[in-house]
């Protein structure tokens, strides 16, 4: 729900405003990440990945003879792709997230957070793509090289806020599984909460699609919060408006058993989401308006690689 107050508009993306976000985005990150990958695919390259059952027509030049030894049955190791990896961005840019209460709004976080994607997705032969969510669906097809990453920061940053009911973030994860696209990386960047419906049962409704996606994608789902989203203030009477439907609520904010429920229902409502996304099978990343998002992704790549790199260790002993 949207504050009073809100934070002034962006303006619209000229050329200079989108090269030096991006920038200012790709030297943090290179300070902090060398440019690692997001994620990595099975396919021809030079890093191991985990071991399988030899099936004729294999490459007997990827015969792991150390677990054949050990098992008695021949077994192959795949190699990880670090290139060609194609990766796509759901951007929410719905009415929900033109919401801030501290540092930035909530459509801030995820440009920049789409920035750095774009500059972890620009090796060579690596192609980005998007779909992103506003006053309707808009699908950007997946390019190679940094015009695509800034072609996409334009998009992105000239799309203005939009006021009322807009996609639901289910139908942004059904377009990016029809029609059927090559198997990549795809990066939410949402609130998980604008233009959604009542799923079935307790279920958001962009559970289903989710799964649906993650079953052929490797998925991260990256949650932008505010503050003021998780608790609400001691300040009076304080006017709320629902920036989806235009519905207006006040509430006297001094009773502390409101804030109470009122904390208690946001907390069950991120724990549900949270539940979502782990039985989707996907990645997720919380981050929040009030405090500077780029840390927290690269502790999250980081813990991600190394639990990645440990799942093939144990897989081939």
Known sequence: MRGAAPLPEPPLAPAASVRRLHLQVSTRLDGLLQGDHLGYLPGPGTEPAEARPYSPGDDVRRMDWAVAARTGDPYVRD?????????????????????????????????????????????????????????????????????????????????????????????????????????????????????????AGDEPSWAKPLRLLSRRHDVLVVEVVDPRELQLPSMGVLRLVDPESGRHLEVQTSDRRLRERYAAAAAARRAGHAAAVRRAGAGHLV???????????????ALRRRTRAAGRVAAGR
């Not at 981050?287 to 790549?301: G, I, N, V």
């Open 79 to 199: 190699a990880v792709a670090e290139r060609e990896l194609e990766t796509t961005l759901l951007v929410d840019l719905t009415a929900s997230m033109s919401f801030g209460t501290v540092r930035s709004e909530k459509r801030g976080v995820a440009i920049a957070l789409a920035a750095a994607v774009g500059h972890l997705a620009t090796g060579p032969g690596d192609r980005l793509g998007a779909v992103v969510l506003a006053d309707g669906v808009r699908r950007l097809p997946a390019r190679g090289g940094r015009q695509a990453v800034l072609a996409l920061l334009h998009v992105l940053q000239e799309t203005r806020p939009v006021d009322g009911v807009g996609p639901a973030l289910a139908d942004g994860l059904r377009a990016l599984t029809v029609p059927p696209r090559r198997r990549g990386l795809t990066v939410v960047l949402s609130d998980l909460l604008g233009g959604s419906a009542p799923g």
């Open 287 to 301: 981050l929040r308006t009030d405090s500077d998002w780029l840390p927290e992704l690269a502790r999250f790549l």
